[in-house]
């Protein structure tokens, strides 16, 4: 990650790992991210709203966060 943004946004969040959990999780409603793609060269994806979200959530459950650790 390479950047997020000031400003939060709610969410009711559920999680295919936990399916009869939700949860009310704030995150930043900005989210932009440095990557390789498959021929090796970087890239930058920039998201907001709903997509900055997923991709917060994703990017947790690479550090070994799930929706319950909120």
């Known amino acids: 990650m390479i950047a997020q943004s000031g400003h939060y ?9 936990l399916p009869k959990e ?6 930043k409603k900005l989210f932009k991210i440095k990557y ?7 890239q930058i ?3 907001e709203k709903f997509e900055a979200t997923i991709l917060q959530h994703e990017m947790d ?10």
């Open 9 to 17: 946004r709610s969410h009711d969040e559920g999680c295919l790992s």
């Open 22 to 27: 939700r949860r009310t999780i704030k995150r």
């Open 61 to 70: 459950h690479l550090k070994g966060k799930l929706i319950i650790d909120y």
């Open 45 to 47: 994806l920039k998201r």
């Open 36 to 42: 390789l793609d498959d021929g090796g060269n970087e």
